[in-house]
């Protein structure tokens, strides 16, 4: 395995999943840099992109392209910055990961653009409707059946998810969501709500899944599957089909590295649908579930990309 120098891009607080990942990096010998976009600037005199230094090192630069892979593990806000760092590299043997970043195009990390590729594809997604919070609860919601989903077209680890089982709770989540629309410029799209004893996290890493694990809410009060809102997790088997459908769905959201959900219709395995596909995935409760080292994983697959 030939040793590279990665750089791995992130936005916000450094979380305890980069740390891992940093330290799996140092055992295996890598090089590996954690850069916050915070350290990405510019210079017009220079007509230069330029990493600073770490904490306090203002005049010390770092080049891009002194990188042999770079990983934009999250890219949420910072897509101003993604662009910045894409421009200003200049060796085209660099591997940038993921696919979607080197088109430049925001839209391709939300759930909304997701659910369309996803049904081009060929491939199974819940019925849904895009559109203003007044147009979901007047007119999208004629589409459906209650209970429904009201979704946020962005957000991750299960937050912006909301389950309305009546017109009266889908115009109190709509009131409740229209300062956070108009303020901040958040988008959500209603989905059909499919019932299920659990959901299945498969993680893709390029052309390979590395595992599977369940995921089933632990309170009746909590329709949310995910380990962040309190569910449990436990290893899952399944069927090689479906774990070339994972890939496919990965591939089709323009990512190399993806957390993908799956359900099923009916409780019928043989009727599988994607709920979404996942950049950066948190892997916490996949390796409580599966005891697959992770982080050591991801390392790996970027000293071999």
Same mark, same amino acid.
């Not at 999208?140 to 009201?150: D, E, S, T």
């Not at 017109?167 to 988008?187: V, W, Y």
């Given at each position: 395995m030939k040793n590279k120098k990665i750089a791995i891009f992130y936005g916000g607080k450094i979380s305890q999943h980069l740390v891992m990942i940093r330290e799996a990096a140092k055992k295996l010998g890598a090089e590996l840099e954690l850069i916050s976009y915070n350290r990405v600037g510019f210079d017009t005199e220079k007509g230069e992109v330029f990493i600073r230094g770490g904490a306090g090192k203002w005049e010390k630069r770092i080049d891009i392209n002194s990188f042999e892979v770079i990983f934009f593990r999250t890219t949420g806000k910072h897509w101003e910055e993604v662009n910045l760092v894409i421009d200003g590299i200049k060796?085209?043997?660099?591997?940038?990961?993921?696919?979607?970043?080197?088109?430049?195009?925001?839209?391709?990390?939300?759930?909304?653009?997701?659910?369309?590729?996803?049904?081009?594809?060929?491939? !199974? %997604?819940?019925?849904? %409707?895009?559109?203003?919070?007044?147009?979901?609860?007047?007119?999208?919601?004629?589409?459906?059946?209650?209970? %429904?989903?009201?979704? #946020?077209?962005? #957000?991750?680890?299960?937050?912006?998810?909301?389950?309305? !089982?009546?017109?009266?709770?889908?115009?109190?989540?709509? !009131?409740?969501?229209?300062?956070?629309?108009?303020?901040?410029?958040?988008?959500?799209?209603?989905?059909?709500?499919?019932?299920?004893?659990?959901?299945?996290? %498969?993680?893709?890493?390029?052309?390979?899944?590395?595992?599977?694990?369940?995921?089933?809410?632990?309170?009746?009060?909590e329709f949310r599957n995910n380990y962040s809102a309190g569910g449990g997790v436990e290893i899952a088997n399944l069927p090689e089909e479906l774990y070339d459908l994972a890939i496919k769905a990965a591939k089709t959201c323009g990512l190399l590295v993806a957390g993908v959900d799956i359900a099923f219709r009916n409780f019928d395995k043989d009727k599988p649908v994607i709920w979404e596909v996942n950049k950066g995935p948190q892997f916490s409760g996949f390796m409580k579930a599966t005891g697959i080292d992770v982080p050591k994983e991801i390392v790996k697959f970027l000293m071999e990309v």
């Open positions: 060796n085209k043997d660099i591997k940038i990961v993921d696919p979607l970043v080197k088109v430049g195009k925001p839209s391709m990390a939300c759930k909304a653009y997701q659910m369309l590729e996803l049904k081009k594809a060929g491939i !199974d %997604v819940p019925k849904t %409707v895009y559109g203003s919070l007044q147009y979901l609860r007047e007119s999208g919601i004629l589409q459906f059946n209650f209970p %429904v989903i009201l979704k #946020g077209s962005g #957000g991750d680890r299960g937050t912006r998810v909301y389950k309305a !089982d009546s017109q009266k709770e889908l115009e109190a989540l709509t !009131d409740e969501m229209r300062r956070s629309e108009i303020e901040e410029g958040r988008r959500y799209m209603l989905q059909e709500y499919i019932p299920n004893d659990g959901d299945y996290r %498969v993680l893709v890493l390029g052309d390979k899944v590395l595992g599977a694990m369940k995921r089933f809410s632990q309170s009746s009060d």
